[in-house]
């Protein structure tokens, strides 16, 4: 089946710092990734679409200077963020539109900014 | 706009229980239907979908039906095992675009 890896699975940083999150698709090519964003015990909020080639479209509120997105082929989508702040603190999933038009997940990526 | 509502949890069951978790829907057009489950401390995965009204999904015993007439598409199964433990989201995707709207979810317990 489809597979979505996200590297890396947990990361810790300083504030002020910047933290890359990669999201790939291993089995398959993605024309489309999303970002979301999952706070402790709520749902996944859209942050953003990603489509390889252009740039990425951005939910309303989601700063896009703050989280960088970057599609640069049909395997890979990097989310970086920038200058990093305790706020910033949460569990980054990305996922892929495969076959079948399904999104597939990645296994999330848990960021704490100390 | 869209919007997707999910029973509130926790639900707690024993195990061989029979479950039940509530979502309804609003949309325009005809959406897509998708129960997602979250094990702890992963990602989501796609347990079930459908794709037009009268559809029945079905994966690993879990069973969802898209019931046009009453916006709804609730997720079932007969005897949930502990391994089934998870936070379960229930999810729709207009034909027109690929945005996936998530409801609340939905965190299940089943004890021994």
């Known amino acids: 089946g489809a597979v979505v890896s996200q590297h890396p699975s947990r990361v810790i940083c300083k504030s002020g710092t910047s933290v890359k999150i990669e999201c790939r698709s291993l089995d398959f090519q993605a024309t489309t990734m999303f970002w979301y964003r999952q706070f402790p015990k709520q749902s996944l909020m859209l942050m953003a679409t990603?489509?390889?080639?252009?740039?990425?479209?951005?939910e309303q509120g989601v700063e896009k200077d703050k989280f960088l997105i970057n599609h640069a082929s049909l395997t890979l989508s990097t989310l970086t963020v920038t200058s990093a702040h305790p706020e910033d603190s949460s569990f980054y999933i990305c996922?892929?539109?495969?076959?079948?038009?399904?999104?597939?997940f990645g296994p999330g990526t848990r960021l704490l900014v100390l | 706009g869209d919007s997707v509502t999910q029973m509130e949890g926790p639900v707690t069951l024993s195990e061989e229980a029979f479950l039940t978790i509530n979502c309804t829907y609003t949309a325009t057009g005809y959406p897509s239907l998708f129960w997602y489950v979250q094990y702890p401390g992963e990602g989501l995965q796609l347990l079930l979908k459908?794709?037009?009204?009268?559809d029945k999904g079905s994966n690993k015993g879990f069973e969802a039906t898209y019931r046009k007439e009453t916006t709804s598409f609730h997720l079932e199964k007969g005897s949930v095992q502990v391994s089934d433990s998870a936070v379960y989201f229930c999810?729709?995707?207009?034909?027109?675009?690929?945005?996936?709207?998530f409801g609340g979810g939905t965190r299940l317990m089943v004890k021994p």
């Open positions: 459908a794709t037009k009204a009268d």
């Open positions: 999810a729709l995707r207009r034909n027109a675009g690929n945005m996936l709207t």
């Open positions: 996922s892929a539109r495969g076959p079948g038009e399904t999104q597939y």
């Open positions: 990603s489509n390889e080639g252009s740039k990425a479209t951005y």
